[in-house]
């Protein structure tokens, strides 16, 4: 069981290691080699069967995931794991345009999406983006952020309820950060896909939207009546600081 975006999955190596789940054989070839001209360690499956078996028997950094699948759906998959608490990051493939598909996507616990048809050099540039976000921190970002039961740990990017660490995949602990960096500062969603997917990564107007929902859903009483990540109407977001 995995707690915590930075447990587990957010000691990248020098050679991250890359598992791709895709089962056109030929595609899958492609991004193998291609990956591997990158610097990557690669692994490529065809089926959840077979992804299963690597992801007991070998470290992985990171799952390029495509959402059809000879033994079920790459949706399910990332539901499943995200349900056993497997922080490891993923990037879905989807088709192109198929915002509904890239929003559940976001929505269960992925961490970026990519639609086909794709350039490999912008496959490279979000993997290498989702995994500068789940890097260890290594310069002091701040002290510890009480707030109600919760302890949010910028240095670290873990989350805690009295003293329990909760699961966070690596996108949420990034929008966390973002919002509790600048407490009481409304903040616009550019700013905010800026400063969680790196500068020069595309995103869609919902992927922050389905972040605070998911993260409402995690730290608030009543989600419908947000205390802490309370919305800016017209301009963003913001985090509420507690009273002292």
Not at 118 to 147: C, D, K, M, Q, S
Not at 188 to 199: H, I, N
Request: charged residues 25%; neutral net charge.
């Amino acid at each position: 069981m995995f707690s915590g975006c930075a447990i587990g999955y957010a000691a990248v190596m020098q050679t991250p290691s890359i598992l791709i789940l895709e089962d056109d054989l030929r595609q899958r070839d492609l991004l193998e080699r291609y990956l591997t001209s990158q610097g990557f360690g690669v692994r490529g499956v065809s089926n959840i069967a077979a992804m299963r078996r690597v992801l007991r028997e070998h470290h992985i950094d990171l799952l390029v995931l495509d959402l059809m699948l000879p033994d079920g759906d790459g949706l399910s998959v990332c539901r499943q794991l995200r349900g056993e608490g497997v922080a490891m990051p993923i990037i879905m493939l989807t088709a192109k345009g198929d915002e509904i598909d890239r929003i559940i996507g976001l929505e269960i616990g992925a961490d970026d999406y990519i639609g086909k048809p794709f350039n490999p050099r912008e496959l490279v540039a979000r993997i290498n983006a989702v995994l500068r976000r789940v890097a260890p921190v290594r310069v002091v970002t701040g002290e510890p952020l009480h707030f109600g039961a919760y302890t949010f740990d910028p240095n670290s990017r873990t989350l805690t309820r009295e003293g329990q660490p909760l699961k966070l995949t690596s996108g949420e602990c990034a929008l966390l950060a973002a919002l509790t960096s600048r407490p009481g500062e409304p903040m616009t969603r550019d700013k905010l896909v800026s400063m969680t997917r790196g500068a020069g990564i595309e995103a869609f107007d919902r992927s922050i939207d389905v972040m605070v929902v998911r993260l409402r859903k995690l730290i608030e009483e009543d989600p419908r009546q947000p205390r802490w990540l309370q919305t800016v109407w017209g301009v963003g977001y913001m985090f509420v600081p507690q009273a002292t």
